[in-house]
């Protein structure tokens, strides 16, 4: 059958379930049976829609790879006439390449198809894109799954670093910072380590390429600022906070490239030999936790930095014009099939926190309330939640990292 007759008859359909609705819009009823009613025509309208196969193509951030394959798997075989092509790609880099989406192509970046869906690692990208754009084009955003930033620590260099600075806050930037100062050199010696351990070792991504490393930066923003509620350009404009953030980030590290997963995968790999620390999100120590104890003979532990910040992968929809109604109704219902209760509660084997918070985290069966990580140090106080800026606010944060700390 031709297309614009398929697209003819679709249309027509929904156009006899809304003369239906109005129909029986004008006869009195219960508000219970209203919402029946609306419910009903949704799907009956979705029915029409999708009567034959529809594609969504969804650009998701890598590190949750495992959990949004087996989920698009579950859906696909509940929905046979709705197929996901997810791609998957670095949160920074997937925003920078969306700001160049234009509404007169339906491609992008060197014949990209636009993606129906899009799910970075944080709501800090959808800020960063929606200012580029100029409007909206991440919009209908829901948190799916949510990862704390944590300092992820092999267990014999934790316990010398908690012994030294227990009179003094535990791990934290400032203890970090002291750590690798001038006077002790980053010297484990110094710290009452091993000697043969050598320096301290911490890694993170770059912020301009990761999720990860932007979280790490607000953190170390909070920290300057000691607050919880968002920053300010005004604020980050003091030179004291450009010294402040020079100085804590070449003290603890250089950015260890782009990807949170490809930096784990070597932290867990190679061990204290390369890393004794990585600043990155908790769900990645929950993931790794018991392939660290086989490969390296020693378990993780887990501290949260004072100020936090959530990874909350937020699902949205691309709004833009080559994105079809049945790919927009698709959409639709692959957000709530996430949301789905079966499907949060599977998120948690991949050491996520459910999004929904009906949806408990540290329930019987959850990796999060086995006795070994929550040894680690996971739990229910992450630190103290940090208020996330406006994307120009975000801009100017990362316009001042790169002008004090990679040049």
């Given at each position: 059958m031709p297309r614009s007759r398929i697209i003819f008859l679709a249309i027509l359909?929904?156009?006899?379930?809304?003369?239906?609705?109005?129909a029986l819009n004008n006869q009195p009823?219960?508000?219970?049976v209203q919402a029946q009613r609306n419910l009903t025509a949704t799907a009956v309208a979705r029915n029409v829609l999708l009567a034959n196969t529809t594609t969504?193509?969804?650009n998701y951030g890598t590190e949750k790879e495992i959990w949004l394959k087996e989920a698009a798997a579950r859906f696909e075989a509940q929905h046979p006439n709705i197929k996901v092509e997810l791609v998957g790609q670095g949160s920074m880099d997937a925003y920078r390449e969306l700001s160049t989406i234009r509404d007169d192509s339906n491609t992008y970046m060197r014949g990209k198809p636009i993606p129906t869906l899009w799910t970075p690692g944080g709501?800090?990208?959808?800020a960063l894109l929606n200012t580029d754009y100029g409007r909206d084009l991440a919009v209908d955003c829901k948190d799916l799954v949510l990862s704390p930033l944590a300092f992820i620590i092999w267990e014999d260099r934790a316990k010398v670093l908690e012994a030294y600075y227990k009179d003094r806050g535990g791990i934290t930037f400032d203890n970090l910072e002291d750590a690798l100062s001038a006077e002790k050199g980053g010297r484990w010696s110094e710290l009452g380590g091993d000697p043969n351990w050598g320096l301290l070792k911490i890694g993170y991504t770059d912020p301009n390429k990761s999720n990860g490393g932007f979280m790490f930066l607000m953190a170390l923003t909070h920290e300057y600022l000691d607050r919880t509620?968002?920053?300010t350009v005004a604020e980050l404009i003091n030179p004291d906070y450009a010294e402040y953030v020079r100085r804590v980030a070449l003290a603890v590290s250089q950015a260890s490239g782009a990807s949170s997963g490809t930096l784990m995968r070597k932290f867990i790999n190679e061990g204290p030999a390369s890393y004794d620390m990585v600043i990155l999100h908790e769900a990645l120590a929950i993931e790794f936790a018991q392939i660290a104890v086989s490969r390296q003979g020693q378990?993780?532990?887990v501290y949260y930095p004072k100020y936090n910040i959530y990874s909350d992968h937020p699902l949205c929809l691309i709004d833009h014009p080559g994105v079809t109604p049945q790919q927009r109704e698709a959409a639709k219902l692959f957000q709530d099939f996430l949301l789905s209760r079966e499907i949060q509660e599977l998120s948690c084997v991949s050491g996520y926190r459910p999004a929904d918070p009906l949806v408990p985290i540290f329930a019987e069966g959850s990796p999060f309330n086995d006795p070994k990580i929550r040894a680690m140090g996971v739990g229910p106080n992450i630190g103290q939640t940090l208020v996330q800026p406006d994307g120009n606010t975000l801009k100017q944060i990362l316009t001042i990292w790169n002008r004090t700390v990679i040049n």
């Open positions: 359909g929904i156009s006899i379930v809304i003369v239906a609705i109005i009823v219960s508000p219970e969504i193509i969804v709501r800090l990208q959808v509620s968002a920053a378990g993780l532990r």
